[in-house]
């Protein structure tokens, strides 16, 4: 007679410092925190060898020299939305895990709604609907137009009950991930534990059965994923959507990406029929008014497999305080102090009684060296309110010593600038032998000090 297994036990585990007990605590006895105990499953563990007549042990996988394991190509399938394929390399990898995060209200449901609508069309998909009814996706489906006959839809919580009733389906919608649970578990859905083995049994579900699930989570105030760290860690991709909600453009960003680049940000416009992707990003990242007011500088910044021009605004006013401020939106805040006291010390331009506050165009993050030279430029035009130049662009990296340093993908760079219609250049002198093929269509100026860069500009610092 078969012996029934067991169901696996849980156990409570203290977050801050490991401690396990058999019952939920509201104060962990070690550590002393409250609310520290989240559940989790207790497992127990496999043996890996096997005995065989002869007494000896075998196990029951082996290593394989890296000459014989063979290439797997992964295929990709168009979500419609070319922007999003952009940002998950691409395409969607079958039997992969994205998650996506952002705001509530941003419009992740929006966008994963239409790229299941077109997958539809070709690939049986399904649409699990954790926090809506049916009928509530159905409406959001008309309002954007978009052709539902093909799309399953369920509203389901229990994971087990969602497992049931895949059936063939190659592309799966979770909204959202924190709302739903398993039986195997006695936490509430949301909880840590929940979230970690709801997103481990997805795991072994999508890389067991070749199925591409898309994951919505939420996030916290902060504006990191709610949950556990290990949720991004098991997912292939993580995506976040950024932007403010009475904003039209909004910004997508890959911060993981296990079959493309995880530098990739993707431009959306949310319209009355939907999310729309944005291939000019002048209107988004420049303004139509830059080259009157000083302070403004165009440097063109590279973000995964693009280049897109974006424009870093300056302001500088005189402090009310003992202290003057320091404020920065898309740049790094320890580069701009750093910069700050470049162009004090090298080029004699003086901010120690002056706010300064810098701002990235779109609210892009400019996070690579190549934007100091810009940021100096913004600034020492607003120093000596001088503005420069519309059709000019400024890239390059800036060390303490006021030296320019060379920078990646600079033809790249300036090609992309040739495309926009800008006139001249200034880049890192170390740079101009890869861009001398551009110099008939655009002008190039080699700079090796920021000073060399304020005198052709024409910023000179204040006698």
């Avoid at 419009?107 to 809506?132: D, I, M, N, R």
């Avoid at 195997?184 to 481990?200: D, F, Y």
């Avoid at 105030?221 to 904003?247: N, R």
Wanted: proline residues 4%.
């Amino acid at each position: 007679m078969a012996t029934k297994q067991k169901a696996p036990t849980t156990q409570f585990v203290c977050t801050t410092c490991g401690y396990a007990a058999p019952k939920w605590l509201g104060k962990c006895p070690d550590c002393g925190n409250f609310n520290t105990l989240q559940e989790e499953i207790v497992r127990v563990a496999e043996p890996q060898k096997i005995e065989n007549r002869r007494g000896m042990y075998e196990m029951k996988t082996r290593a394989i020299p890296l000459s014989k394991i063979g290439y797997e190509k992964f295929d990709r399938v168009k979500s419609g939305i070319a922007e999003f394929d952009t940002v998950l390399g691409g395409g969607i990898v079958r039997g992969s895990l994205v998650l996506l995060g952002g705001d509530p209200g941003i419009g992740k449901s929006t966008l994963l709604t239409q790229v299941a609508a077109h997958l539809a069309q070709t690939h049986p998909t399904l649409y699990v609907s954790a926090e809506e009814s049916c009928s509530q996706v159905k409406m959001r489906c008309e309002r954007l137009g978009l052709n539902s006959d093909n799309l399953l839809l369920l509203n389901e919580t229990c994971l087990e009950d969602i497992e049931a009733n895949l059936g063939e389906s190659k592309f799966v919608i979770i909204d959202s991930v924190q709302a739903i649970y398993t039986e195997s578990m006695s936490s509430a859905a949301g909880s840590v534990g929940q979230v970690r083995e709801c997103a481990a049994k997805l795991m072994r579900i999508a890389k067991s059965q070749n199925i591409t699930f898309f994951i919505i989570g939420h996030v916290t105030k902060e504006g990191a994923l709610a949950g556990p760290k290990v949720l991004e860690h098991i997912m292939d991709t993580v995506l976040y959507f950024e932007g403010q909600q009475e904003d039209n453009f909004k910004l997508l960003r890959a911060v993981k990406n296990r079959f493309g680049s995880a530098q990739e940000v993707g431009v959306f416009e949310m319209t009355d029929v939907g999310i729309k992707s944005v291939t000019n990003y002048a209107e988004l990242f420049l303004s139509e008014t830059r080259g009157l007011a000083a302070g403004s500088a165009i440097t063109p910044s590279e973000s995964g497999n693009r280049c897109m021009n974006v424009e870093i605004q300056t302001l500088i006013s005189k402090t009310a305080y003992g202290q003057p401020r320091r404020m920065s939106l898309g740049v790094d805040y320890n580069k701009l102090v750093v910069l700050i006291a470049v162009l004090e010390k090298r080029c004699s331009i003086p901010f120690f009684s002056s706010d300064v506050y810098v701002n990235a165009m779109g609210g892009i993050k400019l996070d690579e060296p190549s934007v100091d030279l810009a940021i100096c430029a913004a600034l020492a035009s607003a120093a000596n309110d001088v503005p420069i130049d519309k059709y000019t662009a400024v890239f390059g990296e800036v060390g303490l010593t006021g030296e320019v340093r060379p920078v990646t993908y600079a033809d790249k760079r300036v090609n992309e600038c040739i495309k926009t219609g800008f006139k001249r250049v200034l880049l890192p002198a170390k740079n101009m032998k890869s861009c001398e093929k551009y110099k008939d269509k655009i002008e190039l100026v080699p700079v090796q000090y920021v000073g060399q860069m304020i005198k052709a500009l024409a910023l000179r610092p204040n006698p």
